[in-house]
């Protein structure tokens, strides 16, 4: 596996080593899974002793806490950006499947384990993190809601649109890889079609 460098991923992260170990538990938790990983092999993996792995993180579960609540928070902050936006509902949705889904492709292995390994986590920590997914889910409801009023969206139920546009974009983590024929780019703009088409929009 492969993976951008932990600074690109955790800009805000400080000081370096913490990067490090979160690096080297994404890796592991991607590849392994949570249960199978130990602080050691994480640890090692970063170029630690197991005893500097607990200078940062008090635990396995508070790497992974770290882990899913940044991404989370990073992506909450991309599908806002582009919600506040005053433009038509039909050209943000187009714009937020586009990085939405190129953000998991891209970020495919981080973005694996900040989706699938939620039921690691311990209660508090799982509330947090389900917040922030019901504000993600919120926002992409008010944008097919405000679609809706304007007469471009067609749908059933608002809330269960939202949440198949989510579902769409977050298994992209699940399957691609850097074999994939198709950029994250390219895939995104693939997924806006198709999107919009399930929203019952004309716009090609």
């Known amino acids: 596996m492969t993976m951008s460098q932990p600074a690109d991923l955790w800009p805000d992260v400080k000081p370096d080593a913490a990067r490090r170990l979160m690096f080297a538990a994404v890796e592991s938790f991607a590849k ?15 170029g630690m002793s197991p005893a500097a792995l607990y200078v940062h993180f008090p635990s396995k579960t ?13 992506v909450l902050t991309l599908v806002q950006d582009v919600i506040d936006q005053g433009d038509p509902p039909v050209d943000r949705m187009r714009l937020l499947v586009e990085r939405f889904v190129e953000w998991h492709a891209k970020r495919h292995i981080v973005a694996r384990v900040v989706q699938y390994e939620l039921g690691a986590l311990p209660e508090h920590e799982y509330t947090v993190v389900a917040g922030l997914r019901r504000r993600i ?10 679609g809706v009023r ?9 809330k269960v ?13 699940r399957w691609y890889s850097e074999r994939a ?24």
């Open 32 to 46: 392994v899974g949570f249960h199978a990983t130990t602080t050691r092999d994480i640890a090692t993996a970063a």
């Open 137 to 146: 889910e919120q926002a992409v409801q008010s944008l097919i809601t405000d």
């Open 150 to 158: 304007a007469g471009v969206f067609s749908v059933p139920d608002e």
């Open 62 to 74: 508070a790497l992974l806490f770290e882990i899913s609540r940044t991404g989370h928070e990073r």
């Open 181 to 204: 024929r198709k950029t994250p780019r390219a895939l995104g703009r693939e997924y806006a079609t198709l999107v919009l088409r399930m929203l019952g929009s004309s716009a090609e």
């Open 161 to 173: 649109a939202a949440r198949a546009v989510l579902s769409l974009g977050i298994d992209v983590a």
